[in-house]
């Protein structure tokens, strides 16, 4: 069975999103490395990206015309396949192509998509990532972590989740100020 990875980038205090469900705080790095050494070790080992609607439409707009000259973790985010888990899209371009719709029950999709790939990572996708926190299928997660504080907003993970013991696995910190902490969850 495949090995999935929420990656949420967080605020110092933990939020992933502001109370107005912004993201502009990731901004808070002057300098964001987007040649990312440790980002493009952890990509060596996924075999498929999983979004939720917003973080798809999100990811859409940008990746596929990123220039990976310029970020090189373009070329593996446009050459890995992808996944959108949503009721409501009936389609899903990319590029000039398309990602495939995982419609229904989102973590029975995520369940066979184990089945099938060894490394999944999910990136953003709060709602997605909430439903996979709360039916035991998150195997590994990764926060980078921006070095500020924002006081209030949406925490990474859903408030009813309860007690989930967790083993630190890597650490990195970045000229930036921002960390990368990566847990297995128990």
Known sequence: MGRLTVEQIV???GYAADADGGIAFFEAVDEVDSNDADQLAFLEHIDA???GANTYRMFADYWPSADPEVERVAEPIN???????SN???EAPWGDGAIEILHGDGAASVDELKQRYEGIVVWGSLTLADSLFRAGLVDELRLR???VLIGAG???TPADLGERRLALNHVVSHPTGHVG???RVR
């Open 11 to 13: 605020s110092v205090d």
């Open 49 to 51: 990206i999983l979004l």
């Open 79 to 85: 050459r890995l396949p992808k996944f959108v888990v």
């Open 88 to 90: 409501r899209l009936t």
């Open 145 to 147: 972590i921006v070095p």
């Open 154 to 156: 949406r925490p990474f």
């Open 181 to 183: 902490v990566t847990y």
